[in-house]
């Protein structure tokens, strides 16, 4: 397993164990105090995970996960083998065509021009 | 490239289907989140600078299976997430057949594939996304129920300023902005539009 498949299995673990628990992003946040935007990162694999044992064993016990459980071990073995690797900022054309709008939502209902488009497709990038 | 050919009635009937498979019990406010993540299997993601920098609320990833919405609305704005998430919703569910035969193929061709569509034909997908998600958040039935059930009937044309107090009341309903309800309500004739 390479380490960019070891921190997307961190962020997809996160998830759908979120999921699987009937937490939106919204009430998952609300309900533990976290910041949308951080889980947002960590889910998309974009920020690796912190390996603060306190940090950690928050997020376990959010995510209903029993200690010394298989999966505590899995969630602690996906956080740990992530240290120092870096994170998922360079994407491939194919992982960015994916993630890249087929609409987005503007005030007014307009096209962005090439310039916001190519601000947009750098800023999804990252 | 030519856009959609779906009229106003077929979008309609998407959301009163949308409702009926989704938001049997006619629970309110609709759950659009729980919808999205949990029924749909969307990924709602919350990421940084997307208003701000490039002035947009959200969109919908050329793989319909993400939402992104920006971090500070997200937080902040929870009706206008909400409405964002359902237009999303619209998109994917009016115009991912038609994006999947004339969308994007190859990561090159992104600017071409926006040049391609011409405005007119953007802005009129984007009024259907609209529309949707306004007949999602505030369905007809719904709206015109809790009329009867506040006043014993259903206003028609009636000035805004008159069901103030009740319109203030369906704002927390709904969960959705005044100005989505203003307009829900103008489209259902209970309110003249100013």
Known sequence: MNNNEITKNFGIFFRDRRVALGFTLRAFCKRFGYDPGNISRLERNILTPSVDENILKGYAKALQIEQDSPEWVTFFDLAYTTKGTIPLDIRNNQQIMSVLPAFYRTARGDKLDKKKINELINLISK | ?194
């Open chain 2, 1 to 194: 490239m030519n856009g959609v050919a779906l009229s106003m009635d077929d979008v309609h009937q998407a959301a009163s289907k949308f409702l009926e498979e989704h938001n049997p019990t006619n629970q309110l406010p609709i759950p659009i989140e729980e919808i999205a993540e949990l029924k749909l299997g969307i990924f709602v993601l919350a990421t940084p600078g997307i208003k701000k920098l490039i002035g947009i609320d959200g969109f919908i990833s050329s793989d319909f299976s993400q939402i992104t919405i920006d971090d500070y609305c997200f937080v902040k704005y929870p009706e206008r997430t909400r409405f964002t998430i359902a237009h999303e919703i619209g998109h994917k569910i009016l115009h991912q057949d038609w994006y999947s035969k004339h969308g994007l193929t190859d990561f090159g061709d992104y600017h071409d594939f926006f040049s391609k569509i011409s405005e007119q034909d953007y802005r009129y997908m984007e009024i259907q996304a609209q529309t949707f998600a306004g007949l999602v958040l505030v369905p007809t039935e719904l709206l015109k129920n809790e009329f009867k059930s506040r006043l014993g009937r259903i206003p028609i044309n009636e000035d805004v300023e008159i069901l103030q107090p009740i319109f203030n009341d369906l704002l927390t309903t709904f969960k959705v902005s005044g100005e989505v309800l203003y307009r829900r309500m103008v489209k259902e004739g209970i309110v003249k539009k100013i």
